[in-house]
Structures are given as structure tokens and as C-alpha cells.
């Protein structure tokens, strides 16, 4: 998916080096809140970087449970201010007799909240049902070692900005599939996510998906609701994504940089021995 245009805005700033200054344009990651509703009831505002905002919403509402299949999405669509010319609002019509306002807005507080008990997190996942990812499913350690590169390469809004997160989508042979970028790098996987969730394409058995910064709880559990089976970061992932990968069957990597990674579960996927 191609980043669109109003996911970058511009700007004058005041540039200080070597000891002198000048005004020069900048480029800025646009920065929005996003309103999803479900059947005419307000769901959540997440702030985003405008842009893919269907597959956004449509790949919360799968990762985050208040829809289990796509089949589920009767439908959906973006909502213009006539006042702005902006859309910050995607409405959602979904199946009836499958979303609890009440139980979602609970949930979605206790995932925002610093204090949450992680066996309360991960107890909450087993409560869905989701399945473990392909158990079958192997990539190469050489494959897995091409990837960082082909992420930072095709970054086109952090390159002009700087100030991204993103999520790549690839094959077992190392080819990206899609990428996308935004502020929030849960944002990001939920894009990425949501894609196949219009597509009607998962799950998402024979990917792997790649994360910019820290590997986190939140995108463990995304991965798994996707049906992806490997996740891989730039950087460390945290002890509560590793407790739910290891339980839940998901091969999890960090430090993924060049020819270096670290496997904190399921390493049979990507381990050269037999």
C-alpha cells in the first residue's frame, strides 16, 4: 500500500548548525484522531496518521476481538467533516448480536491503563479462543536476515519525516508483501491486518510480519489474531509478549538487524538444525 499524500504535512522550521541558522521547509508525520463506531455506537479514537483508515479499523476490530471473522464487517466506510474536507471517522456495520459496547469500552481501558496485571492480559486472550499459528510454517535464518533492510527501505514517510513506526508483511522467501506506517506502531500492524481482513485473506498462515521498535504485548496478540505465525523487531520485545508468544505458539524475534537476531519462542520455525 502506497503512503498517502496527507500522511506527510510541511512546515517552516528554524534549522541551528554549526554555529549559524536558517529557515528551511520540514516535513511532519500528520498526526489525527480517528473515531470508530460500530453499529452507531461510538468503539474507540485512537490517534493515527491519516491514511488506510478502513484497514485500520477493520484490523482493530478483528486484533482487539469485537469481530472474530471479516464475513462478520456488513459494512464499512469513511465519514467527511463537510466543514474540514477531513475524514477522522470510519463507520462500521457489523453482524448483529455479536458486540457488547459495554464489555468493549471495559476492555479497551484496561488495555490503555499502566497498572494491568499481565496473567489478567494474557488470561483475557485465552477467554477468545484464538488458535495457535501454522506449526508448520519455516523460514530460512538467512531470509529473516534480509529483512531489516528491506523494512528501512521502503519506509517513504519516515524518510521524509523521520518520525514512524512501521509494520511489514512478508512471505516465507522474504518478499514484502505490504508495509505501512503510521505514529502508533500498533496502528501500524492493525493496517496491515486490516488489509486482509477487506481482502478476506486470512489468516495470515504463511507470513511473517516485521515491527519497527520494541516488540510489545499489544502486537504479539495482533500477530496471533491474524493468524500470523513468526514476528520479528528491530529491537527487544517485552517479558509479557514472550509469556504469551511461548504459550500461545508464536515464534517471536528481536533485534533483528542484519545478520543478528535473538529467538525468544518456538525457534523451530527458523532454526537450521533438523
Avoid at 511489514?168 to 506502531?185: H, Q, V
Wanted: proline content about 6%; charged content about 25%; hydrophobic content about 35%.
Amino acid at each position: 500500500m502506497r503512503p498517502p499524500k496527507k500522511s506527510i504535512e510541511i512546515t517552516e522550521v528554524i534549522e541551528w548548525r554549526d554555529g549559524s541558522e536558517r529557515r528551511v521547509t520540514d516535513y511532519l508525520a500528520a498526526e489525527e484522531p480517528l473515531a470508530i463506531t460500530v453499529n452507531g455506537t461510538p468503539l474507540t479514537v485512537t490517534m493515527r496518521t491519516p491514511g488506510h483508515d478502513l484497514e485500520l479499523a477493520a484490523g482493530f476490530l478483528l486484533t482487539e476481538g469485537v469481530i472474530d471473522a471479516p464475513e462478520q464487517i456488513t459494512q464499512i466506510r469513511a465519514a467527511t467533516d463537510d466543514a474540514t474536507g477531513k475524514s477522522n471517522l470510519v463507520e462500521v456495520e457489523i453482524t448483529p448480536g455479536s458486540y457488547d459496547p459495554a464489555s468493549m469500552q471495559r476492555n479497551f481501558y484496561a488495555a490503555s491503563s499502566c497498572g494491568i496485571c499481565g496473567k489478567a492480559s494474557i488470561e483475557s486472550i485465552r477467554r477468545r479462543g484464538l488458535q495457535p499459528p501454522n506449526p508448520n510454517f519455516r523460514v530460512t535464518p538467512e531470509i529473516l536476515c534480509s529483512l531489516s533492510h528491506k523494512l528501512r527501505s521502503d519506509q517513504a514517510v519516515f524518510e521524509k519525516t523521520g518520525g514512524l513506526h512501521a509494520a511489514g508483511l512478508f512471505t516465507s522467501n522474504g518478499d514484502l508483501m505490504e508495509i505501512c506506517e503510521d505514529i502508533g506502531r500498533h496502528n501500524a500492524v492493525d493496517k496491515i491486518i486490516g488489509s486482509a481482513v477487506l481482502q478476506k485473506r486470512l489468516p495470515l498462515s504463511e507470513h511473517i510480519m516485521m515491527v519497527s521498535g520494541r516488540g510489545g504485548f499489544e502486537l504479539a496478540q495482533k500477530a496471533i489474531a491474524g493468524g500470523i505465525p513468526l514476528m520479528a523487531s528491530v529491537s527487544a520485545p517485552s517479558s509479557l509478549a514472550v509469556k504469551l508468544s511461548r504459550e500461545m505458539g508464536l515464534t517471536l524475534i528481536g533485534f533483528l538487524r542484519d545478520q543478528r537476531f535473538v529467538v525468544y519462542s518456538h525457534p523451530e520455525r527458523c532454526s537450521n538444525k533438523p
